[in-house]
């Protein structure tokens, strides 16, 4: 019947495939139409967000474990919800985010969250609760008093992100993997505390030099593709594939004897294997957020020399190297704002693009919507005219969450750490309860 149509319409191939392209045009231009429609939306909704940066005072008589940091994260952080077509796709209300900040200014170490304005008694009354002593009050954000990147101004810039170097569902090492050195009740001089060593180098900066630590979460709605099914899966699903994936090799099938035609699955865990299957499992119990970690140095030309930047720029890389557990995952820095060939920046005006970038995402606490040319990881070819560094989505735990971002005990001594007496600090009165 088809041979008929096309010898009476005098169709050839190629007339037929371009018919058969008018037809199903449509399709995808309307998929592209609906994206656009939903990007629009989105931002015009975030423009709407007003923002609040909140200073954390930390009190010098810290004796709780990151365990007080998990239940801030849990309580404050983790507003779970699900959107529904018109929320997600007409109103564009996203799901709501919220950023971490470890800053030093000068070799002065700052905690900071930042926070949507509406949201902020909650914040403030979960980090009361968890540490009576400290002091939370309103400040300036610190991160516009630097002028925007230049290449022939005052400042050098760097900034970079980090992705877990393996799966999401492979953990870092946590302060429980420390042993029972983190436990409330041990002796702050006998604590080993992991964060330690980041807020000594925060605090060794000379005057002149800055950097920034940023840590963006919200709840966990990342999906991953199942190679079991096709389909996309969440968080929990994909962990539970990823451990048949990697037992798969010692489980065997056993039949039923007593119920026929039933078969049973025995799994022999080898001994290598246990810390990783362990690891996993105990972290599947936990509350997960989405995260995007991103970290800046910055250095004034006029107080500190390009050898002072590059030194800084360098062990900014490895500011996270305490967190590394061979076995199971570490964090590995992407989108660094260089290029290490000089035929990856072959018109010398990419970087200075970056470099902007990197400024104006942290400024923003831009991650989980990034702008339309930035949500697309070009291929290579064209990132040397238009390099996209799409931010990487990973998965942390509250306990990993703790790990990296808590208020740090006695046992950090840093000279340029500002704490408050425990005693002049107290909750304001009129908080909501």
Not at 1 to 25: P, R
Not at 89 to 94: D, K, R, Y
Request: charged share 25%; hydrophobic share 40%; with cysteine.
């Amino acid at each position: 019947m088809i041979q008929d149509f096309l010898n009476t319409n005098n169709f050839n191939a190629i007339q037929l495939l371009l018919v058969t392209i008018g037809y199903l045009m449509p399709i995808p231009l309307a998929y592209i139409a609906f994206q656009l429609w939903h990007h629009y939306r989105t931002e015009r909704f975030i423009m709407g967000i007003k923002w609040v940066l909140l200073e954390i005072q930390v009190p010098r008589d810290v004796i709780k474990s990151p365990a007080a940091m998990e239940l801030i994260f849990t309580n404050a952080f983790y507003h779970q919800s699900k959107k529904g077509f018109w929320e997600q796709f007409i109103i564009g209300a996203p799901w709501m985010w919220f950023s971490l900040e470890m800053v030093s200014v000068d070799g002065r170490v700052h905690f900071y969250v930042r926070t949507p304005s509406r949201i902020r008694d909650l914040v403030e009354t979960q980090i009361y609760a968890q540490y009576p002593q400290a002091k939370v009050i309103e400040v300036d954000d610190y991160a516009f008093n630097i002028p925007q990147y230049k290449k022939d101004g005052d400042w050098n810039i760097w900034g970079c992100e980090f992705n877990k170097k393996k799966e999401d569902f492979l953990p870092i090492r946590t302060y429980k993997n420390f042993g029972d050195d983190m436990k409330t009740g041990i002796k702050e001089e006998f604590k080993i505390d992991p964060i330690t060593p980041t807020i000594e180098f925060l605090g060794s900066l000379p005057k002149g030099q800055q950097m920034w630590i940023q840590i963006i979460v919200r709840q966990n709605i990342k999906m991953y593709h199942s190679h079991h099914t096709g389909k996309h899966v969440d968080f929990y699903d994909a962990a539970n594939e990823f451990m048949d994936k990697i037992l798969a090799p010692y489980t065997r099938g056993l039949k039923d004897d007593s119920d026929a035609g039933r078969f049973g699955k025995m799994t022999a865990i080898p001994k290598q294997l246990e810390p990783v299957i362990k690891a996993v499992t105990d972290h599947l119990g936990l509350i997960h957020f989405d995260t995007g970690i991103r970290v800046m140095t910055l250095s004034d030309k006029r107080l500190c020399t390009e050898e002072q930047f590059n030194n800084l720029r360098r062990s900014a890389r490895l500011i996270f190297r305490q967190y590394s557990q061979p076995f199971s995952n570490e964090f590995n820095r992407i989108n660094a704002t260089q290029f290490d060939a000089p035929w990856s920046d072959p018109t010398g005006l990419a970087l200075d693009k970056v470099k902007k970038r990197m400024l104006d995402f942290y400024r923003l606490r831009t991650f989980f919507h990034p702008p339309l040319q930035n949500s697309i990881k070009y291929p290579a070819i064209f990132s040397i005219f238009f390099p996209s560094h799409k931010p990487e989505i990973i998965v942390l735990s509250t306990e990993e969450l703790a790990t990296i971002f808590h208020f740090p005990g006695m046992v950090s001594e840093t000279p340029s750490f500002k704490r408050i007496e425990s005693k002049i600090a107290k909750p304001p009165s009129n908080l909501p309860i």
